[in-house]
């Protein structure tokens, strides 16, 4: 066992946090301990069920969390408020959707998330880039609109609250490339700094783009970093750092080269019968990454 809170750093100086969306299968509070317990110096919390769904994980829930986090160590790296299983699946209800209830689901949960992150003491909150346009019917522009749309009503609360929104691409959704977020950001939220950029390298691989590159040209705009492998056939498939191909190195040099202060979060969600096996790989094989 190693000690809580122990080395939070990789041989590059880059900030390692493990997301708990990878424990599904146990509780928020035994992830946290595990996450610990392997030397993670922080904790992406899973805004959904089972860990903190903020409609039903209360006062004294969110207190009691905070207290463990701080007494092993850790602090939070990010709130994930991407998926939403407790009323809904990986995607839906989305932020696009043709029902506007649906759509205000999506927007409650998402000022919900945003209170959550300012309780836990965490400044930023990871967004679904709209959702799968996919059957939906909908033009580009009109996905597009409904999506800025939503992202005004819960604006002026993350500005409050100092929490900063980070879009997330994603391979098969509206926004599935840093060159979309950009376009997107520049119509709808341009020299708006609440508005930015969930960087998960992975995603931007899949879709063609250098991570590296991506995070130079787009270095203002990156809040929060997520990370995990992928294989060299560029399908969307988290793998555990060290089983793909992607350079580690040359990411790590990139974030230290825009000055990079933030947390990178090792996201992988597949693994949910074996989450303590790969945050444990994963740890070792980043922290030895130059």
């Known amino acids: 066992m190693v000690p809580w809170g122990f080395g939070p750093y990789n041989a590059a100086g880059m900030k ?8 599904k299968q146990n509780s928020v509070d035994e992830a946290v301990d595990e996450i610990a317990r392997i030397g993670y110096g922080a904790v992406e919390i899973m805004a959904d069920v089972p860990h903190a769904y903020p409609k039903t994980f209360g006062p004294e829930n969110r207190s009691k969390l905070r207290s463990r986090i701080a007494d092993r160590g850790l602090v939070v790296s990010n709130i994930n408020a991407f998926t939403l299983f407790a009323c809904g699946d990986t995607y839906h209800p989305t932020w696009i959707e043709h029902d506007s209830d649906k759509r205000q689901l999506r927007v409650e949960h998402t000022l919900a998330a945003i209170e959550l992150a300012a309780e836990m003491g965490c400044r930023t909150v990871s967004l679904q880039p709209g959702g799968p346009l996919i059957a939906t019917g909908l033009s580009p522009d009109i996905a597009a609109e409904r999506y800025a749309e939503g992202l005004h009503q819960v604006l002026s609360l993350a500005k409050k609250l100092n929490i900063t929104l980070g879009i997330e691409p994603e391979p098969g959704l509206m926004i599935q490339s ?12 341009r020299d708006e700094p609440a508005v930015r950029m969930n960087c998960d390298v992975g995603h931007l691989f899949c879709v063609g783009e250098d991570p590296a590159q991506v995070i130079r040209e787009l270095a203002d705009d990156v809040i929060h970093v997520h990370l995990e492998d992928i294989g060299d056939n560029r399908v969307h498939q988290h793998l555990t750092p060290g089983r793909g191909v992607i350079d580690f190195s040359a990411i790590f040099a990139a974030l230290r080269d825009i000055r990079y202060d933030g947390w990178m979060t090792v996201e992988l969600y597949p693994y949910e019968t074996s989450a303590a096996g790969v945050a444990r790989r994963a740890y070792d094989h980043l922290g030895k990454i130059h």
Request: no cysteine; proline share 0%.
């Open 16 to 23: 390692l946090a493990f997301s708990t969306n990878a424990f």
């Open 178 to 189: 840093a060159g979309e977020y950009a376009a997107f950001k520049r119509r709808y939220f």
